[in-house]
């Protein structure tokens, strides 16, 4: 099946910092890219979807300048934590969808301290 | 607003036991109907994924049933392993749409 890579796998960074996370479709290309965020054994919250070369649309309560979406090329898009704080600590998750399925990133693990 | 609905929430079978997990919606627009399995630490892995114009789809050991005027899917497994703990989720897509509309999940055990 496709690939979707997503990088880092775990991040660390202190309160206040930012992290950028990579998400890449390895064989195919990606117009449309998904980013999830999940709580522990909890389902997974859709935040974002990315469209390449245009603006994100965010989900109602997800804070467009927090959590910063772009999309530069057909097989990449990043989310960027910016100012990140405890709270911000879980498990997020990019898609891409190649025709209608859908296949999904092994997550970054972020943790805020 | 749970758009699909998921149950049970945690399912314990024995080795070689066919677990069923059970998906409803509402949405009569759904048209893609996917299945996730998640390990943990890890994303979702495309299972197998239904249309609503069939009844059944069978890939090895999964099988979905679909019961388009019930608006409800389910998931088996057939002699099921202890390799196939994980949590499971049901999804939903719209006709043209490629964001998923997830269940809760469910977290099943094979014992062995």
């Known amino acids: 099946g496709a690939v979707v890579s997503q990088h880092p796998s775990r991040v660390i960074c202190k309160s206040g910092t930012s992290v950028k996370i990579e998400c890449r479709s390895l064989?195919?290309?990606?117009?449309?890219m998904f980013w999830y965020r999940q709580f522990p054994k909890k389902s997974l919250m859709l935040m974002a979807t990315?469209?390449?070369?245009?603006?994100?649309?965010?989900e109602q309560g997800v804070e467009k300048d927090k959590f910063l979406i772009n999309h530069a090329s057909l097989t990449l898009s990043t989310l960027t934590v910016t100012s990140a704080h405890p709270e911000d600590s879980s498990f997020y998750i990019c898609?891409?969808?190649?025709?209608?399925?859908?296949?999904f990133g092994n997550g970054t693990r972020l943790t805020v301290t | 607003q749970q758009q699909v609905k998921q149950s049970p929430q945690s399912l314990i079978v024995q080795k070689g036991g066919i677990p069923i997990i059970n998906c409803a919606y509402e949405?009569?627009?759904?048209?893609?109907f996917p299945w996730y399995q998640q390990f943990p630490g890890k994303g979702p892995a495309l299972l197998i994924a239904?249309?609503?114009?069939?009844s059944e789809k069978k890939e090895g050991r999964f099988t979905i049933s679909f019961n388009k005027s019930a608006k409800q899917f389910s998931l088996h497994i057939m002699d099921s392993q202890p390799g196939d703990s994980a949590t499971y989720f049901c999804?939903?897509?719209?006709?043209?749409?490629?964001?998923?509309?997830f269940g809760t999940g469910t977290r099943l055990t094979v014992i062995p």
């Open positions: 898609s891409a969808s190649s025709g209608r399925q859908i296949y």
């Open positions: 064989d195919f290309q990606a117009t449309t």
């Open positions: 990315s469209n390449e070369g245009s603006k994100a649309t965010y």
């Open positions: 949405n009569t627009a759904f048209d893609y």
């Open positions: 239904i249309r609503p114009d069939v």
């Open positions: 999804a939903a897509a719209g006709t043209g749409a490629n964001n998923l509309f």
